[in-house]
């Protein structure tokens, strides 16, 4: 992920490879509490190809990637702490954001806080989509949730993904 986040998406994509050896060579009953490791995986190539194509400058690419790893992430079951550790719909509003479609955005983080309420990150990447549409009643509300969700954090969001 650090590879595909930088300048280097060759070596990131070389790295894709070895993850996708290593899932292919999983056994299909091989286990992570609740969830097969190959499902598991799945989530982590197409958030890996995401990044890649992003960096790559294949953003629509990188989109489809995302919201495919956010329907994998979704048919995981149910386990807490989740077998996969960052909602994966975080980062696909903050694609959305970056390419202009504040709409569409705003629609995949109020999906993330149905499935992980007052999620502060979600909340911050709600406020950004609500304020690029002109939404500012709402995006006032909202941010209001972010700051109290936010409260004892010990960072500053700058997207809502990491």
């Not at 629509?60 to 960052?86: G, K, T």
Request: with cysteine; glycine share 4%; proline share 3%.
């Amino acid at each position: 992920m650090e590879l595909a986040s930088t300048a280097c998406p060759d070596e990131a994509s070389d790295e894709m490879r070895e993850l996708e050896r290593l899932a292919a060579a999983t056994l299909a009953d091989a286990r992570e509490k609740l969830n097969s490791a190959r499902a598991i995986l799945a989530v982590a190539r197409l958030v890996l190809s995401a990044r890649i194509a992003e960096r790559q400058g294949h953003r629509d690419v990188a989109i489809r990637e995302l919201a495919a790893a956010a329907a994998a992430e979704d048919a995981l079951n149910y386990s807490e702490p989740p077998d996969w550790h960052s909602p994966v719909r975080q980062a696909l509003g903050a694609l959305l954001l970056r390419e202009g479609d504040a709409a569409r955005a705003e629609r995949v983080y109020r999906e993330d806080l149905r499935r992980n309420p007052e999620n502060g990150w979600a909340l911050h990447g709600l406020v950004r989509s609500l304020e690029k549409q002109r939404k500012t009643g709402e995006a006032e509300k909202v941010n209001r949730r972010f700051a109290e969700a936010w409260s004892h954090a010990d960072i500053r969001l700058l997207a809502s993904d990491y």
